[in-house]
């Protein structure tokens, strides 16, 4: 059953570009390392509130990324530029 993390966080408007860009290499660097991760956005709520959403194949896919990804340097560099970050995992019960 396929899990989509929904992460939200606070950024400094001026490193808008720079996230972005971040966000890309992390997504790339995690897709490497676990083929689980099916999508992969980034939107913005207002000027310092973002949004992550991230779809992964299923629960083990996300354990394992969960497992390699936090040291990697794409990991501390995209993070470096977030604060107050909350994570929520969802479970899809249902699709229409």
Not at 20 to 44: I, K, N, Q, S, Y
Not at 58 to 80: K, Q, T, Y
Request: glycine share 4%.
């Amino acid at each position: 059953m396929s899990v989509i993390t929904v992460t939200r966080f606070h950024a400094d408007p001026a490193d808008a570009d720079r996230l972005r860009a971040r966000h890309t290499a992390l997504v790339a660097a995690t897709r490497a390392v676990v083929p689980g991760l099916t999508e992969a956005r980034l939107g913005r709520i207002d000027d310092d509130t973002w949004m992550g959403v991230w779809r992964w194949d299923s629960a083990a896919d996300l354990r394992a990324a969960r497992a390699a990804v936090p040291g990697n340097a794409e990991a501390a560099a995209a993070f470096s530029l977030t604060r107050d970050a909350a994570v929520e995992d969802i479970e899809v019960l249902d699709e229409h």
